[in-house]
């Protein structure tokens, strides 16, 4: 493969590409091609290619331990507080009961959420330290947040 700033493995990280914070395992069922839909609370309008996050702190919900012992996951050797990879959102919608499996959870865990429909995760071969910690769901991980707010007046 042969590296480009947006889609390769261990290319230089693109500083305008926004990042979503996940927690483990969530991540690394993602990363695996498992999880094909982040399950959230709001829509989002974001499309195309994201960098992945995963969150310092991991998901300790009974549906995250589920999916540990499902996927035999070990949850200590994943990477955390790292960008681990990029995926692209592709949709966002109100989300099914016949979505909960591509969620990797159980049809009351996605009552009243909506669905980003995820697809092509690529793997970093080395997860990459940010430069700025995430401030919000959302965040640029190369980027100073003040920066952004200037280039938007």
Request: with cysteine.
């Amino acid at each position: 493969m042969n590296p480009t700033p947006d889609d390769s493995r261990s290319a230089k990280p693109d500083p305008d590409r926004i990042a979503l914070g996940i927690r483990q395992p969530w991540v690394e069922l993602i990363m695996r091609g498992i999880k094909t839909i982040e399950v959230r609370s709001q829509d989002t309008r974001v499309r195309g290619p994201i960098y992945v996050y995963a969150s310092k702190k991991t998901a300790e919900t009974p549906a995250a331990r589920r999916a540990q012992q499902m996927y035999g996951i070990e949850l200590e050797q994943l990477p955390r507080g790292l960008v681990v990879g990029s995926v692209e959102i592709c949709e966002s919608r109100r989300i099914a009961p016949d979505d909960a499996e591509a969620a990797c959870l159980q049809p009351v865990d996605i009552v009243d959420c909506f669905g980003w429909s995820l697809k092509n995760p690529v793997r970093f071969e080395s997860p990459l330290e940010v430069a700025f910690l995430p401030y919000g769901v959302w965040f640029y991980p190369w980027k100073r947040r003040g920066a952004l707010k200037r280039r938007s007046r």
